[in-house]
């Protein structure tokens, strides 16, 4: 055998010398320790690292109406809401009874109902001797809407101090909303309902059906439906 065929064959065997080195038989590749039917994170969701927060798409609940009348009437009835105001500070129950027609209905924040100019200057005198002997109200007028020239729905918010509390039992509240129905009686408007209630300290949201949603847009639960007989 020549030099150079003995040069070749032990070339040869080296390389596949380095070849069974690098992969033993018997001994495959160890696979990927990813489980099956997962997917990889991408770098930025991988342990440790606080993922983006996406935008909420909730949208914002709404507080106030838009005003939906004419400025002369939106005024008028500013100025009736602070004569209003003021009767109440000066704790002038009689004045605060000429506010409301002789047809007018009442509801306080605590339920209780009156109808009638006469039964609401009542139920405001004892609410004046009462807990609301010493109050102070700032009333704002947060919108109006006219159904007719001669009728407009009203909004206000009421901010109460002074108030004083009752020993036991429930807390009267000083953040109220009230809802009036007014009516035009020749040049002048006046109370021909009112509805007063507690101020909601967290507005419900609406989803994007029209269904009412909490703080944290879950909606409520809902009724199960009737069963057929």
Not at 175 to 193: D, I, K, Y
Not at 203 to 221: H, I, K, R
């Given at each position: 055998?020549?030099?150079?065929?003995?040069?070749?064959?032990?070339?040869l065997?080296?390389?596949?010398?380095?070849?069974?080195?690098?992969?033993?038989?018997?001994?495959?590749?160890?696979?990927?320790?990813?489980?099956?039917?997962?997917?990889?994170?991408?770098p930025?969701?991988?342990?440790?690292?606080?993922?983006?927060?996406?935008?909420?798409?909730?949208?914002?609940a709404?507080?106030?109406?838009?005003?939906?009348?004419?400025?002369?009437?939106?005024?008028?009835?500013?100025?009736?809401?602070?004569?209003?105001?003021?009767a109440?500070?000066?704790?002038?129950?009689?004045?605060?009874?000429?506010?409301?027609?002789?047809?007018?209905?009442?509801?306080?924040?605590?339920?209780?109902?009156?109808?009638?100019?006469?039964?609401?200057?009542?139920?405001?005198?004892?609410?004046?001797?009462?807990?609301?002997?010493?109050?102070?109200?700032?009333?704002?007028?947060?919108?109006?809407?006219?159904?007719?020239?001669?009728?407009?729905i009203?909004?206000?918010?009421?901010?109460?101090?002074?108030?004083?509390?009752?020993?036991?039992?429930?807390?009267?509240p000083?953040?109220?909303?009230?809802?009036?129905?007014?009516?035009?009686?020749?040049?002048?408007?006046?109370?021909?309902?009112?509805?007063?209630?507690?101020?909601?300290?967290?507005?419900?949201?609406?989803?994007?059906?029209?269904?009412?949603?909490?703080?944290?847009?879950?909606?409520?639960?809902?009724?199960?439906?009737?069963?057929?007989?």
């Open positions: 055998m020549s030099i150079r065929a003995t040069l070749g064959i032990v070339g065997a080296g390389l596949l010398a380095l070849s069974a080195s690098a992969q033993q038989p018997g001994q495959p590749q160890q696979p990927s320790q990813q489980q099956p039917g997962t997917m990889q994170q991408p930025s969701q991988q342990a440790g690292q606080p993922q983006a927060q996406q935008p909420s798409m909730q949208p914002q709404k507080t106030t109406f838009p005003n939906q009348a004419p400025q002369q009437v939106i005024e008028k009835l500013q100025a009736r809401t602070r004569e209003y105001e003021q109440w500070n000066n704790h002038d129950i009689k004045k605060m009874g000429t506010f409301y027609t002789t047809t007018a209905t009442y509801m306080s924040t605590m339920g209780q109902a009156a109808n009638g100019q006469v039964e609401i200057q009542k139920l405001i005198q004892q609410e004046q001797s009462g807990p609301m002997k010493n109050s102070q109200v700032s009333i704002t007028l947060q919108s109006v809407r006219t159904i007719t020239p001669d009728i407009a009203m909004d206000v918010e009421q901010m109460l101090t002074g108030v004083a509390q009752p020993s036991s039992g429930p807390t009267l000083t953040n109220v909303h009230v809802t009036v129905v007014a009516v035009r009686r020749g040049n002048n408007w006046f109370v021909e309902a009112l509805r007063a209630f507690p101020t909601p300290s967290a507005p419900m949201g609406v989803g994007g059906a029209g269904e009412q949603t909490d703080t944290e847009g879950t909606p409520p639960p809902s009724s199960p439906p009737p069963q057929r007989e």
